[in-house]
T-cell receptor, first 114, second 114 residues
Framework: NAGVTQTPKFQVLKTGQSMTLQCAQD?????MYWYRQDPGMGLRLIYY???????DKGEVPNGYNVSRLNKREFSLRLESAAPSQTSVYFC?????????????FGSGTQLSVL | AQTVTQSQPEMSVQEAETVTLSCTYD???????LFWYKQPPSRQMILVIR??????QNATENRFSVNFQKAAKSFSLKISDSQLGDAAMYFC???????????FGAGTRLTVKP
């Protein structure tokens, strides 16, 4: 059972470089999310997609863009990376957008911006 | 915006003993959901237990149970018969009834001593 798959697992960028984090789920979930995790701050929502074809900003969207390519895939793009974007990034999915739906998480991407 | 506070950055427990992790939250809403997630060293976020605010009965999942005090806005996690595999970061999370934004606390690192 693959669940939620994120690539890459580790990445080092120089300030100003761009990159895309990929995420795919095989559970036929409608909603997908991107979180970042920083020490002492828990997880914060960057963007989410309630359903295929829709995306919305979360708590910390600045400096990021997302694409819901199809029902399975939800990518996160950093156009011009900054050291403040050094973090661990998690993709997650859930069957639906509301309620007590369980979130399924990927294993994370450790990103360092020098 | 809702905030989630975990006042214990670190906790430790002896194997087979019981430990309680604290969580408080701030909200003006009456309908919402609360969660505890576990993050072992593998980084994978795993749902431990969830509680609907409209339910007075505390949720239980095997050795894990919660003490939900709605008026006090408190949601603590009790782990009974602690096992070495319980060692992890534990995150408390809040989700509005009709909102995608799940708010996480900063986490509590639990150590289990053999």
């Amino acid at each position: 059972n693959a669940g939620v798959t994120q690539t890459p697992k580790f990445q080092v960028l120089k300030t100003g470089q761009s990159m895309t984090l990929q995420c795919a789920q095989d559970m036929n979930h409608n909603s997908m999310y991107w979180y970042r995790q920083d020490p002492g701050m828990g997880l914060r929502l960057i963007y989410y997609s309630a359903s295929e074809g829709t995306t919305d900003k979360g708590e910390v969207p600045n400096g990021y863009n997302v694409s819901r390519l199809n029902k399975r895939e939800f990518s996160l793009r950093l156009e011009s990376a900054a050291p403040s974007q050094t973090s661990v990034y998690f993709c997650a999915s859930s069957l639906d957008r509301i309620g007590n739906e369980k979130l399924f998480f990927g294993s994370g991407t450790q990103l360092s911006v020098l | 915006a809702q905030t989630v506070t975990q006042s214990q950055p670190e906790m430790s427990v002896q194997e087979a003993e019981t430990v309680t992790l604290s969580c408080t939250y701030d909200t003006s809403e009456s309908d919402y959901y609360l969660f505890w997630y576990k993050q072992p060293p593998s980084r994978q976020m795993i749902l431990v237990i969830r509680q609907e605010a409209y339910k007075q009965q505390n949720a239980t999942e095997n050795r894990f149970s919660v003490n939900f005090q709605k008026a006090a806005k408190s949601f603590s996690l009790k782990i009974s018969d602690s096992q070495l595999g319980d060692a992890a970061m534990y995150f408390c999370a809040y989700r509005s009834y009709n909102n995608n934004d799940m708010r996480f606390g900063a986490g509590t690192r639990l150590t289990v001593k053999p």
